[in-house]
């Protein structure tokens, strides 16, 4: 009656216990055809290796790493690279895998790269977010090849990563070669031009200011004494001069004007006086001095007064350092010390002309040193930045070094087998167990089906509520069946023929023994 009226839970009981043979012959068929096709489907077997990862056994602090990638990142390049067609073709050619005649080797290697599993291993334990490992496994037919198969690619995960840790540390070791070798040649080009530059401005560089203003107080007292000494020589020769032109004079020394004037040697004695003098002055002060003024006045009025004198008068009057056969040994030690005194003289201006120079050069100095001091900052911080820079790469380069050994040592970061690839006892597929539900489930719900269809279809009348749904009229008497000689086939025409005619709408008939 399924569809006609609503069922409810006794209705379901019902149908069950009625049509319970039609349900269980599906659920027991079934479950039969599914462990059998379990040995018609070809078994696959799943070998799994554990791959660990051990840090860095040396502390970071004392050696830095040279690969700082992040774990996942190195396993899905490392990945790449294994299920890439030039490492699988070989290990497919050495174990014949999926050799189904038709498949081409492009197939085949699809297929391998299917049956290749990698899962990281998250670790809840872990401080960090670093994978602690993974695990590598590989699907086949056979158990044995499945196993070599899965330590074939398990030794290519663990040599790709200690050559790619060598390689990458190997690497960064030369091109830091060849960075600290271009930083070493400009240093050293930055060394010449400072070395140049303080050879060529010796005395000008900072720091050499306070010398040099002391070297000028120093030269401005030396050109002071050297001056004074010089006047005090001059005078000293000059009054040389004057005794030796006195004595010269005795014998006819006269005056023009019968004694009452100054002779011409007096003259003479005067004159080198006031010109010693005018030197004196002349190195301390400025040419309007007063004092300077006055000297020069007196030394242009003694001159002309000099020259009125007669020549002869002129010509005693100048005296001759050279000696002479007729001077009295007074005299030509005179002219001694006058020769003497003649060349402490000129070696007193020589000096005085050196100590002059080298003022002018220490004034040079400090005059310049702004100027220099700004290009001696220019090319010290060029070098300081070398100087740093090179530091700097020479730092790293033995950090690379100490890198380089850890690795080549394998004492960094390594891949570490923890299991080795098992050797599976059964299948991982089919799985029995999995296919007799799967044709339990598919048998019961087969069977069901059938049982609701044939409920659909069927219009038998089995009490009360079923005439209700036909008719939609109350009943008002149930007689009950008798005929117990009756065959049942004679009470299913019966029971068809009586459901006939209520579908018809008329009264059923009645049999004597009802």
Not at 59 to 72: C, F, G, I, R, W
Not at 81 to 92: A, E, F, Y
Not at 388 to 407: C, H, I, P, R, V
Not at 468 to 483: D, E, N, Q, R
């Given at each position: 009656?399924?569809?006609?009226?609503?069922?409810?839970?006794?209705?379901?009981?019902?149908?069950?216990?009625?049509?319970?043979?039609?349900?269980?012959?599906?659920?027991?068929?079934?479950?039969?055809?599914?462990?059998?096709?379990?040995?018609?489907?070809?078994?696959?077997?799943?070998?799994?290796?554990?791959?660990?990862?051990?840090?860095?056994?040396?502390?970071?602090?004392?050696?830095?790493?040279?690969?700082?990638?992040?774990?996942?990142?190195?396993?899905?390049?490392?990945?790449?690279?294994?299920?890439?067609?030039?490492?699988?073709?070989?290990?497919?050619?050495?174990?014949?895998?999926?050799?189904?005649?038709?498949?081409?080797?492009?197939?085949?290697?699809?297929?391998?790269?299917?049956?290749?599993?990698?899962?990281?291993?998250?670790?809840?334990?872990?401080?960090?977010?670093?994978?602690?490992?993974?695990?590598?496994?590989?699907?086949?037919?056979?158990?044995?090849?499945?196993?070599?198969?899965?330590?074939?690619?398990?030794?290519?995960f663990t040599n790709e990563e200690l050559r790619d840790r060598q390689a990458s540390a190997a690497g960064t070791t030369d091109f830091l070669k060849a960075q600290l070798a271009?930083?070493?040649?400009?240093?050293?080009?930055?060394?010449?031009?400072?070395?140049?530059?303080?050879?060529?401005?010796?005395?000008?560089?900072?720091?050499?200011?306070?010398?040099?203003?002391?070297?000028?107080?120093?030269?401005?007292?030396?050109?002071?004494?050297?001056?004074?000494?010089?006047?005090?020589?001059?005078?000293?020769?000059?009054?040389?001069?004057?005794?030796?032109?006195?004595?010269?004079?005795?014998?006819?020394?006269?005056?023009?004007?019968?004694?009452?004037?100054?002779?011409?040697?007096?003259?003479?004695?005067?004159?080198?006086?006031?010109?010693?003098?005018?030197?004196?002055?002349?190195?301390?002060?400025?040419?309007?001095?007063?004092?300077?003024?006055?000297?020069?006045?007196?030394?242009?009025?003694?001159?002309?007064?000099?020259?009125?004198?007669?020549?002869?008068?002129?010509?005693?009057?100048?005296?001759?350092?050279?000696?002479?056969?007729?001077?009295?040994?007074?005299?030509?030690?005179?002219?001694?010390?006058?020769?003497?005194?003649?060349?402490?003289?000129?070696?007193?201006?020589?000096?005085?002309?050196?100590?002059?120079?080298?003022?002018?050069?220490?004034?040079?100095?400090?005059?310049?040193?702004?100027?220099?001091?700004?290009?001696?900052?220019?090319?010290?911080?060029?070098?300081?930045?070398?100087?740093?820079?090179?530091?700097?790469?020479?730092?790293?380069?033995?950090?690379?070094?100490?890198?380089?050994?850890?690795?080549?040592?394998?004492?960094?970061?390594?891949?570490?087998?923890?299991?080795?690839?098992?050797?599976?006892?059964?299948?991982?597929?089919?799985?029995?167990?999995?296919?007799?539900?799967?044709?339990?489930?598919?048998?019961?719900?087969?069977?069901?089906?059938?049982?609701?269809?044939?409920?659909?279809?069927?219009?038998?009348?089995?009490?009360?509520?079923?005439?209700?749904?036909?008719?939609?009229?109350?009943?008002?008497?149930?007689?009950?069946?008798?005929?117990?000689?009756?065959?049942?086939?004679?009470?299913?025409r019966w029971f068809g023929r009586r459901d006939r005619e209520l579908t018809a709408g008329t009264k059923p008939l009645m049999n004597a023994g009802g």
């Amino acid at each position: 009656m399924l569809g006609h009226r609503a069922l409810t839970v006794q209705d379901y009981v019902t149908i069950v216990k009625r049509k319970w043979w039609i349900i269980a012959i599906p659920a027991i068929i079934f479950p039969l055809i599914g462990y059998g096709i379990t040995f018609l489907v070809q078994p696959q077997y799943v070998s799994q290796t554990l791959v660990l990862v051990e840090q860095q056994k040396v502390p970071d602090t004392y050696v830095k790493p040279v690969v700082t990638e992040d774990l996942t990142g190195r396993l899905a390049s490392m990945r790449e690279q294994i299920l890439s067609r030039s490492r699988l073709q070989p290990i497919i050619e050495r174990f014949n895998l999926f050799a189904n005649g038709k498949a081409s080797m492009d197939d085949r290697i699809e297929q391998t790269r299917k049956n290749i599993g990698i899962t990281p291993i998250q670790s809840d334990i872990a401080r960090t977010s670093g994978l602690p490992g993974f695990f590598i496994s590989f699907k086949a037919n056979d158990a044995r090849t499945a196993q070599l198969v899965c330590g074939e690619i398990q030794s290519l995960f663990t040599n790709e990563e200690l050559r790619d840790r060598q390689a990458s540390a190997a690497g960064t070791t030369d091109f830091l070669k060849a960075q600290l070798a271009d930083a070493k040649a400009k240093l050293d080009e930055q060394d010449a031009r400072l070395a140049k530059f303080q050879q060529q401005y010796m005395g000008k560089l900072p720091g050499a200011e306070t010398s040099n203003i002391n070297m000028l107080t120093t030269l401005n007292t030396q050109l002071d004494a050297a001056t004074q000494a010089l006047a005090r020589m001059e005078q000293e020769k000059s009054y040389a001069e004057s005794i030796l032109t006195l004595q010269l004079s005795q014998p006819g020394m006269t005056t023009e004007k019968g004694g009452g004037g100054v002779g011409p040697a007096a003259e003479q004695v005067e004159l080198q006086q006031l010109l010693a003098e005018e030197a004196d002055l002349t190195a301390r002060y400025t040419e309007d001095y007063p004092d300077v003024v006055t000297v020069r006045r007196k030394i242009k009025e003694l001159r002309a007064e000099m020259a009125k004198a007669p020549a002869t008068a002129a010509s005693v009057t100048a005296p001759v350092s050279t000696p002479k056969a007729t001077d009295s040994p007074a005299i030509q030690q005179l002219r001694a010390q006058l020769r003497a005194m003649d060349q402490g003289i000129a070696q007193k201006k020589r000096d005085q002309a050196g100590v002059q120079a080298q003022l002018r050069m220490y004034q040079d100095r400090v005059a310049s040193s702004p100027a220099v001091e700004e290009e001696y900052k220019s090319i010290t911080r060029d070098n300081q930045t070398a100087q740093a820079f090179y530091d700097e790469l020479l730092g790293k380069m033995n950090q690379s070094k100490m890198a380089t050994d850890l690795e080549k040592r394998q004492q960094g970061e390594q891949f570490r087998v923890m299991d080795e690839p098992n050797l599976p006892e059964a299948p991982s597929f089919p799985n029995r167990m999995a296919f007799i539900g799967g044709g339990l489930g598919l048998g019961l719900l087969l069977g069901l089906a059938i049982v609701a269809v044939l409920e659909y279809l069927d219009t038998a009348v089995r009490n009360e509520r079923d005439i209700w749904a036909f008719t939609k009229l109350p009943t008002l008497g149930v007689i009950g069946l008798s005929g117990e000689g009756e065959s049942s086939e004679t009470r299913r025409r019966w029971f068809g023929r009586r459901d006939r005619e209520l579908t018809a709408g008329t009264k059923p008939l009645m049999n004597a023994g009802g």
